[in-house]
Every structure is written in C-alpha cells, then in structure tokens.
C-alpha cells in the first residue's frame, strides 16, 4: 500500500524577494523612522529580517546552533555594516533552504523554541509577510505580498488567534470586518491596525 500523505511546503522565494525589494526601496533618511512595532524604528525592522533571515535559514537547514538558540525580544537589533548587501543575500538562502521538502518534516529550533520544521516554516512565513507589511507601511512603499504566502500567514494567525496560550510575540487581535481584504485581516490577526500610517 502505498503513502500518499505529501508534507506540506511552500515556496518563502517570492515572499522573500517582495521583502527584498522593500528593503531596496529604503532611502537612508528614513531609517530612524518610526514603525507599526512600537520598539522598532525602520531600522530596526530591517535588523530583525536580518536575524530571522538567518535563524529561520538555519532552522530550515537543521543546522542547530547561535542563530537558532537567540531569542527574538533578548535585544533590539541594531543594523551592521553592509546590510543592503547581506539582508537579499540571507533571505534569498532563507528561501532555498525551505525549498527541500525535508526542511518542514521533523524537528527544528528557532527562537530558541523547539518546534515541528511544518510550524517553524509556517511562522517563517509569517514573520516575511507581517514585517514586510510594516517596512511598507513605514517607508510609504506599496505592497503586494505574494498570494500563496499572504493566505498561509492568514490561517496561521487564525488558527492562532483563540489559542488560550497564543504566542506573546503577537499583540491582542485587533479586530476587522469579516469582508476586509486578506492582507487586513492577516495585518489584525497580528495585533496590528491595518490602518496605520507614518502620521499614526
């Protein structure tokens, strides 16, 4: 008898270079901007792709270690040297190492969070959406985030949502009409108000 059951993957490659060319967009006047996460400024969101650029690379890879061991909210992250030379270049390593169908079986670590490589990927996949939204949101920039990784961040965050232990990485759920665009509703399941702007 044979198994049919097939793990579920998704690309992160066009979610991660709509993020990617966000980040482009960037002037450096506006790094010291403010942001729709209270703590970060422009600048501190792009430090933070950076981070989990990295340790969700290496979780994907299962290559356990300093990356995958740091907890996000241990520090405010600061931009280095060369950031526009290296945040395309980790996101873009991101992508392919959720590429290999192994990379969502088993178990992995990010955040220091032991947890199945289908929900490290699923949150992967969320943090490039949400904070792609805020870096937008930020810099005045459009955004279209890529379809199949927008409605996988959706249902992560809905499945979430009423969860008596939800992660303390998300604020309370601000609340949106039912008939909202996707990405709103995504944006709120989040704890964010899909209507913020620079003058908020």
């Known amino acids: ?16 270079a709509v ?30 792709l950076a981070g989990l650029a990295r340790a969700f690379r290496d979780a994907g890879r299962k290559d356990l270690g300093v990356t995958t061991d740091t907890r996000p909210d241990s520090t405010v992250p600061e931009l280095g040297p060369g950031w526009r030379e290296e945040l395309p270049k980790v996101l873009g390593e991101m992508a392919e190492a959720w590429c290999d ?24 996949t969320d ?35 009423d969860e008596p232990d939800r992660p303390e990485i998300f604020g309370p759920v601000v609340p949106v009409e039912a008939d909202a665009a996707l990405l709103d509703r ?3 399941l989040s704890g964010r108000e899909p209507g913020w702007t620079r003058v908020s």
Do not use: K
């Open 101 to 124: 169908p192994a990379a969502w079986t088993g178990m992995t670590r990010a955040g220091s969070v032991d947890l199945p490589g289908e929900i490290a990927g699923l949150v992967a």
């Open 1 to 16: 008898m044979t198994d049919t059951t097939q793990t579920p993957t998704l690309d992160l490659g066009p979610q991660a």
């Open 19 to 48: 993020v990617a060319r966000l980040a482009e967009g960037v002037t450096d006047e506006q790094l010291a901007d403010p942001t729709p996460c209270p703590e970060y400024a422009v600048r501190n969101v792009l430090a933070h």
């Open 127 to 161: 943090e490039l959406v949400i904070h792609g939204w805020d870096l937008a949101r930020a810099t005045g920039q459009s955004y279209a985030p890529d379809p199949a990784a927008l409605q996988a961040c959706h249902d992560f965050l809905a499945a979430a949502a």
């Open 186 to 188: 995504a944006v709120g």
